[in-house]
Structure formats: structure tokens, C-alpha cells
């Protein structure tokens, strides 16, 4: 331990062991999908920052591990982004640093039974904390919270429908520091009791909380034409959709969608394209969801839009994006960053935002309610729109970019956390894969597409009533972490006033000179 101690003085060594701990986490995710490293993947990193030799260096170990989580959530960036992704989770990674200190707070050294249970509940707390503040659109938005690393665990989506993925992801980290304290300080029986309370709570969520309704089903079709790439790439798009929709014909489907861009003209400058998609309305029988990426021609700009074509045209439902992706779609304070340009694939033209979320009708009594790409990171979103009356949310998206990274896999993993929270259906629908479709309770619907797919496939979509406690209370776990951090700042900000302060040493006295010190008088 003493050679172990030594070789992690070095702050660079030190520095890129924490960067490694905190990218452990991204194997939960996926494409690995090692959803029950979740559980541990923490540890090595908390094991590290309670070892911390002093505040700062826990401040440091934190960022590190932060910037290490970051990067690796986020590498499939590196192709399109280059040296600013480095950038990014480097700005990003602050956010772990007082997290690193509240480890270091509770857990150094020897820590009490009553340090080891406020650790149970601060060290889950921060992390939340940490969540929030990524999630802003600003920062990033929430991709690649914790918690959404659990979408294939049944226990877990039920969960997600009590207290969204913030609950997960709450629960998570309190398990992690409990198998911690198991390992490094073994004689506590506390974290084994809290064990025993996460798996009561997951086994009452499990029993109690109140299941989807189901009432009826759609047949939704997805088309994914696959990777179209070179000059004339959207016209030939297009005509490969086309193709692909037309062997829907008689297949008696409720609605079709197609994939983010998958129109890259403006329908008002080109009525004959419109007039196109709406005689493949007219053969197919059923509406279609087309993603339409263009400059408007009725204001200015460039909008991302999700646009309901029927048999006669343009049905005047649309929705503009309103969450952009970060570098991708706009470049955040473009006067300070937009040098990234220059070294990556960054937006050269900022897109614009619509300003309001929109349910669609696609006849039957079926309402729908789409988002774009990045947008199905948000649990928000589809909590607005359920609670403005979708019957199944639609998540329009193209990472053709990332085709040959984990991005598809874990984006299209997202919708079966917004369907279990929600307990509506959500379809994924992608021009390159991955596509898929969740039910009301986020399990599986009928087979995904995968990357090397071009072709349609039709799901029978259950359609569920009721509103799930996520619905109805929003991401309330975030509420009580919160106050739990206000309760600790008061705490330990009272402690700092009552602490007395040291009195300032006096200045030296020269000491007094007896009669015997007395120097000889000159002459005796």
C-alpha cells in the first residue's frame, strides 16, 4: 500500500489514473450495454479522491474523472470535432470537481457510521447536481446521464416511470458509494443496509407502481433509406424513400415516418416535391412524417422540421427544433468559439429554433408528438408532450455522421427511458439506423434496424392511457438532492462561524535583565 501510495504522488500519474476511472462508466452504455457495470463503475474513481491528500488535489481528481466521462461518452465526436472535444470535456469536467470534494468530505481516512450514511445521501446528490447543470441545452444537454445506461433492465423502466432517469441515476450512485465503503471500510454495516433499502425501493417500484393502460394499437412504418452520400444526394434521398414507401401499399398503416433531413428542400419553393409525398400518402393510405432541413422560404434562415404530408398535401401541422445541437446545429458564442470551424466539422450557418412543441393528428383519433434528433436526450420534452395529449412520441433522427461508432446504438436507446417514463410508445425513426420502437413501458417492439439496413418495416405500436408519477410530479428527485446540498452548505457554514478563531500570536518581549546579568562596569 505504502508502494502504491508513492507511485500516485506524482499529480500527472495521479491525473490520468482519474481520467480513467471516470470513463470506466461509458462501458454501461451503449454499444458494450454492460448494464450491471453501472453499479461499479464508479467505485475506482471514488476509491481514488477519498485518497486525496489534501481539498485541492480532491478538486483536481474530480475534474479529471469528470473530463474522463465526458470525453468517453462523447468520443464519438473525435472524428468531427478533432482537438475541441478535448476542449469540451475539459470545460465540462469542472462540474465533478466539488463533487471530488464532497468525496473527500465524507469519505477520507476512516469515516463514521454517521459520515458513511450523510455520504449515502450527499455523494448521490452532487452527482444529481452535476446532471442538471449538464443538462442544459447550453452545455451540452443530457446525454449520457448515468441513469439512461439501465434502458433493457425491466426493474429499472419502472423506476424511470416513478422518478424518470434522474431516480436511476440518484440510485446508482448511492449503490456505488455503498459497495465503497463495503470495500474500503469493511467493518461499517451501513452500506449493506442501504443496499438492502435500494433493493426494497426497486422491489416496491417493481409491485406498486402503476402499469400502462393499454387500450388498442397503430401500425406505424419506419423508413430508413441507409447512407446516401456524394453530389445530389438529396434528390436521390428522396427517390430511394420513395421506393422504399410504395411497398407499403395496401399494408393498411396508420402513419408512416421518415428520418431527421430526410427532405433537404424547402416544400414551399418546391410544390412539386410536395405533391410528390402526397400521392405516396394517397398510395400508401396513411399520413407521412417527413423531417424537412432547408431555408424557409416564408422567414429567414435555416429550420430543422418535422412536417405531416396526407393525401392532399401538407396537412399545416409543423414543428420547428427548438434544442440544437451544440457545434453541430449552432455554435454556442460563435464570436468567442467559432475558431472550431476551422478545426472540425462545426456549424458554418446557425439553424434556427422554433419556439413551441407541437401534437400532431394523423386522423383515426391518433396524435403524435415529434421531436428531432438530439431532442429525445431531454426528458422534458416528452413529458410536455404526453401531458399535451400524444398517444405516441416520435424521435425523427440521422447520426449517419457516427456511422461506425457507438452513437446510433446508445441514441437510440434513449427512447425506450422517455416511453417508460412516460408511458407512451416512442418511435425512433433514423435515414442510417439505428431505428427502433419502445412500448408504453419501454420494452422492445418488433425487430430495430440496424446500420447496414435500407429498408421499411411496419410495428404494431400498443397505445396505452394514464399518466405515470413521472408525468404527473416531473423530475422531483432532483428537488429533495438539492435541498440536501442547501442542508449541508447551512451546516457547514455554521460550523465555519462557531469555529473559534486563533488570537494573534503577541510580539516577543525581550527578556528582563537581572542585577547579576548586569555587565561589568569598565575598570573593576
Not at 400498443?462 to 428527485?477: F, I, N, Q
Amino acid at each position: 500500500m505504502k508502494t502504491l501510495g508513492r507511485w500516485l504522488d506524482s499529480p500527472w500519474r495521479r491525473s490520468a489514473i482519474a481520467a480513467v476511472a471516470g470513463a470506466l462508466p461509458m462501458l454501461a452504455f451503449p454499444a458494450p450495454s454492460l448494464w450491471w457495470f453501472a453499479c461499479v463503475a464508479l467505485v475506482p474513481w471514488i476509491l481514488l479522491v477519498r485518497t486525496a491528500a489534501t481539498g485541492r488535489r480532491a478538486l483536481y481528481d474530480g475534474w479529471c474523472g469528470g473530463f474522463g466521462f465526458v470525453l468517453a461518452v462523447h468520443h464519438w465526436l473525435l472524428p468531427n470535432l478533432h482537438v475541441f472535444t478535448f476542449v469540451l470535456a475539459a470545460l465540462l469536467g469542472v462540474l465533478w470537481a466539488p463533487w471530488g470534494l464532497l468525496v473527500r468530505r465524507f469519505l477520507a481516512g476512516a469515516p463514521s457510521p454517521g459520515r458513511i450514511a450523510a455520504a449515502l445521501l450527499v455523494l448521490p446528490s452532487g452527482w444529481l447536481a452535476v446532471e442538471l447543470v449538464r443538462s442544459w441545452q447550453g452545455l451540452g444537454g443530457p446525454w449520457g446521464m448515468l441513469g439512461a445506461s439501465q434502458w433493457q433492465v425491466e426493474p429499472a423502466l419502472r423506476l424511470a416511470s416513478v422518478g424518470g432517469v434522474w431516480l436511476l441515476s440518484f440510485l446508482l450512485v448511492a449503490v456505488n458509494v455503498a459497495v465503497t465503503v463495503l470495500i474500503a471500510v469493511r467493518r461499517s454495516r451501513v452500506p449493506a443496509v442501504a443496499l438492502l433499502a435500494t433493493a426494497a425501493v426497486t422491489s416496491a417500484a417493481w409491485m406498486w407502481s402503476p402499469r400502462p393502460d393499454v387500450e388498442g394499437g397503430a401500425r406505424v412504418a419506419l423508413v430508413q433509406p441507409g447512407v446516401v452520400n456524394g453530389v445530389s444526394s438529396p434528390e436521390r434521398r428522396i427517390e430511394r424513400e420513395e421506393q422504399l414507401t410504395r411497398r407499403l401499399t395496401g399494408q393498411d398503416v396508420d402513419l408512416v415516418v421518415w428520418g431527421e433531413s430526410s427532405v433537404g428542400y424547402d416544400l414551399g419553393r418546391r410544390p412539386d416535391l410536395a405533391r410528390r409525398i402526397a400521392a405516396l400518402s394517397r398510395d400508401v393510405g396513411a399520413p407521412i412524417l417527413v423531417n424537412v432541413d432547408a431555408r424557409r422560404s416564408d422567414r429567414p434562415g435555416i429550420y430543422k422540421s418535422s412536417v405531416l404530408i396526407g393525401p392532399d398535401g401538407p396537412t399545416g401541422d409543423r414543428y420547428d427544433k427548438m434544442r440544437l445541437v451544440p457545434f453541430g446545429e449552432y455554435v454556442p458564442f460563435r464570436s468567442l468559439l467559432g475558431w472550431a470551424t476551422s478545426v472540425g466539422e462545426a456549424a458554418a450557418e446557425d439553424r434556427r429554433r422554433g419556439t413551441e412543441q407541437v401534437v400532431m393528428d394523423v386522423g383515426g383519433g391518433l396524435r403524435v408528438g415529434p421531436m428531432v434528433c438530439f431532442e429525445s436526450a431531454f426528458p422534458d420534452m416528452s413529458r410536455s408532450l404526453t401531458r399535451n395529449g400524444a398517444d405516441v412520441l416520435v424521435a425523427q433522427s440521422a447520426t449517419s455522421t457516427f456511422q461506425q461508432s457507438w452513437a446510433p446504438a446508445q441514441h437510440a436507446s434513449l427512447a425506450a427511458l422517455r416511453a417508460a417514463e412516460t408511458g407512451r410508445p416512442m418511435v425512433h425513426a433514423t435515414l442510417t439506423g439505428v431505428s427502433a420502437v419502445y412500448g408504453p413501458e419501454g420494452q422492445r417492439i418488433g425487430p430495430p434496424l440496424g446500420t447496414d439496413a435500407s429498408t421499411t418495416q411496419v410495428y404494431e405500436v400498443p397505445l396505452a392511457d394514464g399518466v405515470t408519477p413521472y408525468v404527473r410530479l416531473g423530475a422531483w428527485p432532483v428537488y429533495p438532492a438539492v435541498l440536501v446540498l442547501l442542508a449541508l452548505g447551512l451546516v457547514e457554514g455554521g460550523r465555519a462561524v462557531r469555529r473559534p478563531r486563533r488570537s494573534a500570536p503577541e510580539p516577543p518581549v525581550p527578556p528582563a535583565r537581572t542585577v547579576r546579568e548586569s555587565p561589568a562596569r569598565p575598570g573593576r
